[in-house]
């Protein structure tokens, strides 16, 4: 005899599946006055990126008003966000960084 699947709507077995946690993009902004190389510094130390990806990553920046760096979940985008202002400020750099959800 044939066993049958039935599969059930979460309403229908109370049961609920846990949601992944949201995951957030670290975005930074160009401004006029932060150098370059101080940029491609910060994307290496932060971003875990080799140098070559880091300097096409502050070029988009440059050119394009803003890139994101990397996606985390939220404690570790928070920190990334806290620890690149903080360094930046540091050295009266205008340097932005923002985190978003998705
Ligand atoms: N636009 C800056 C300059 O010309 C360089 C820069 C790149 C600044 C990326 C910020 O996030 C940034 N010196």
């Known amino acids: ?30 401004d006029d ?13 932060y971003f875990g990126k080799s140098r070559e990806q880091a300097l096409q990553l502050m070029l988009k920046v440059h050119n394009e008003g803003s ?6 979940p939220r404690d570790v985008a928070e920190t990334k966000v806290r620890q690149v202002t903080e360094k930046a400020r540091e ?6 960084c923002e985190m978003e959800e998705g």
């Open 33 to 45: 006055y932060t150098p370059m190389e101080f940029v491609v510094q910060v994307i290496e130390t």
């Open 67 to 72: 890139a994101v760096c990397g996606v985390y």
């Open 1 to 30: 005899m044939a066993t049958k699947t039935v599969e059930r709507t979460e309403a229908e077995t109370g049961e609920s599946k846990p949601k992944p946690p949201p995951l957030y993009k670290v975005r930074l902004l160009n």
């Open 91 to 96: 050295h009266q750099h205008p340097l932005q």
